[in-house]
């Protein structure tokens, strides 16, 4: 699976950004996609999923601000993130499983995008 992202930027504290994600290449029945982050000097973590029956996860920091959604007709995830904060920042990443569940942990995702900066100021 590839995965090709778009969006992100800078942004003033309490501001927006959207991030997108096309995959391409899948040929299974069950996909789910998830948003990583990494902020330098730290380890990747997961943001938020979106399992292949449509539930969302998200972690605790994001709940109430970020929105995940999919187009399952075009294979494609995007992040929807409001009232950002400077803590946000980071290099953000999708990734996905052709699985019915997916876990927030980066460790089992073997398919990424390319990367793409958010930049959150005070």
């Known amino acids: 699976v590839e995965l090709v992202q778009s969006g992100g930027g800078s942004v003033e504290a309490g501001g927006s950004l959207r991030l997108s994600c096309a995959a391409s290449?899948?040929?299974?029945?069950?996909?789910?996609m998830g948003w990583f982050r990494q902020a330098p000097g730290k380890e990747r973590e997961g943001v938020a999923l979106?399992?292949?029956?449509?539930?969302?996860t998200y972690v605790d920091s994001v709940k109430g601000r970020f929105t995940i959604s999919k187009d399952n007709a075009k294979y494609t995830s995007h992040l929807e993130m409001n009232s950002l904060k400077p803590e946000d920042t980071g290099m953000y990443f999708c990734?996905?499983?052709?699985?019915?569940?997916?876990?927030?942990?980066?460790?089992?995702?073997?398919?990424w995008g390319q990367g793409t900066q958010v930049t959150v100021s005070s």
């Open positions: 990734a996905a499983q052709g699985r019915l569940y997916c876990p927030l942990h980066p460790d089992t995702y073997n398919s």
């Open positions: 290449g899948f040929t299974g029945s069950k996909l789910c």
């Open positions: 979106i399992h292949s029956t449509g539930e969302t």
